[in-house]
Each structure stands twice: as structure tokens, then as C-alpha cells.
């Protein structure tokens, strides 16, 4: 059988492993390595530093996950931003939401966008919408100079290794905060409560002690190490639980539902433990 087994490590003696069928794109760019597969059953797979970072099969759970949960907390968001999300999933699902008249989306990587639009279209696939603006550039600068100018932010980043370690650090949700106009929110994904409980505990520290309202909500993706996804949620004024389900507008989604709303961000003990 032609093809290899790949397995992300998370640890020493765990990972998680597919079949690939082929490799479609390999090359190291000013950041980081970037490989795009063909998986036997998940897709197409964006691989950074041997990360998965998604696949064409399991993303809508990831994007749809980053987007909708905040766009239908915050009453009119305007302006937003995605930090990351070079592969364009999280700007798909933000453009569902009529309100929203600016997506800003700054990516560190550009070879990140030009191959998700060649070997991912329907994941990158409005990258280009008259509504997204497009910047390669280091999101922890864009933070550090944007005041009070979005509604939402979104951090669709990285693990918290190479260009985007700076993005998991207190000054970074301070500068957020910073970023925002008077009642806006942000969201980041914050790894795998299995493997990453001391990274998910620091985030929920760090923003709890700069936003009044601090929410942690998961989702389950399985290519991700552990299946089980965390996201942290930090809000001025707007607290995504005081959302009414039947206000929630019914999006055209697989994941993310009116009632997925609420029912997200009930956490098994060990998770809650980890973010009380
Ligand atoms: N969903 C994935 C996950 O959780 O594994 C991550 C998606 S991937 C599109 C994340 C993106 O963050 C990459 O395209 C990478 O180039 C970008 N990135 C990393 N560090 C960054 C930084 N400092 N500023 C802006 N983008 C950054």
C-alpha cells in the first residue's frame, strides 16, 4: 500500500496517527514548516512544524466553534479580527453573520494562505470577499498598535510554540483588551485540557484578570490531540450565557447550533477545575 503512517507527538510516548496518501507540498518558510497532505481519511491536512492544524473533513467544528459562540453574544459586531487563521475557516464562518461589515485577518505566514487557497478552497474560500481585509504581518504588532478600534477579536493561532508563542502571553490579552472598543470581547483557542491543563490554567488566569467577564467553552475535534478542545472567551460587558437560545439565529452550520450555544460551555469537572 503505497503512502506512511504520520503521527503528531504530544508527548513522549503519546501522539495521534493517520494514513497519508501523499504529500502534495512541503517547504520550510521564513517561520515555520509547512506540509499539505492528502490524508486517507480526513482529506486534504494542513501540517505546521508537524502540527495538524486542520483537515477537510473534521474543520468545520473548529471554525464554526472560533465564530459563532462570540458573533452572537456581541449585540453588533461590527469590526473584526482574526489573528492566525491563515487558512480562511474562521473568515468563512464570520461572513455568515450578516452585521459583520470588517473582517480584518492578519496572518504572520503568507505561504499559509497561498496553499489553504490551492489545496483547502473550501476552507480558504472567501478570503478574498470584498468584506476581509488580508495582512501578512506578526498579530502580537498588529495588537500592540490597534486601540479601541474592533468589536470582536478572534485568535486563531498556533500552539504556543515558534511565531505564535507570544500570542499566549499575559501582555498579549492586555494589548487585546486595549484593542478592543469599550464593550467588546475576544476568543483564542487554548489547547487540549489532557495534555495542555498547565497552558489552559495560565490563559484562564492571565484573562480573568484583565476582563470582567471570563467564559471557557469546548468542542470535540478529532484530529486534534485528545479529540477534546478548549477556547477561552474574555469579555467587557457582553457574557456569552446571557444569550436567549431563541434569539440565537439558526446559521447554516454542522457543529454549532442554537443550543450548542449554551450547552459548549458546561465542563466536565476536571476542565472546570482547571479554569476556577
Ligand atoms: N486551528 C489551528 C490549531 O488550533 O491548531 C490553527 C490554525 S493555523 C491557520 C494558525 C495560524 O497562526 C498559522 O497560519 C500561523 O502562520 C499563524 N500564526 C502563528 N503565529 C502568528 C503570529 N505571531 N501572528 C500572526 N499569525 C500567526
Redesign the pocket.
Known sequence: MAGFWFTEKQTDHFGITMRVNQTLHTEQTD??KLDMVETEEFGNM?L?DG????TQVDEFV??EM?AHPILNTHPNPEAVLV?????G?VLREIMKHDKVEKAVL????GK??EY?KKYLPEIACELDNPRVEVKV????M?IINSKDMYDVIMV????PV???A??FERGFYQGIYEALKEDGMFVA?T?NPWFKADLIQKVSRDVREIFPVTRTYIANIPT?PSGM?TFTLGSKKYDPLAVKVEEIPDLPTKYYSPELHHACFVLPKFVKALVE
Do not use: K, N
Not at 51 to 54: A, G, K, R
Not at 83 to 87: F, K, S
Not at 106 to 109: A, G, K, L, P
Open positions: 517561520f515555520q494542513l505546521l502540527m495538524v492544524m486542520t473548529y471554525h472560533v489573528v492566525g487563521g491563515g487558512d475557516g492578519v496572518d504572520i505566514d499559509v494562505i489553504s504581518d506578526d498579530g502580537f498588529h486563531d493561532s498556533t500552539e515558534g511565531p505564535a507570544p500570542l483557542q489547547d486534534y478542545w
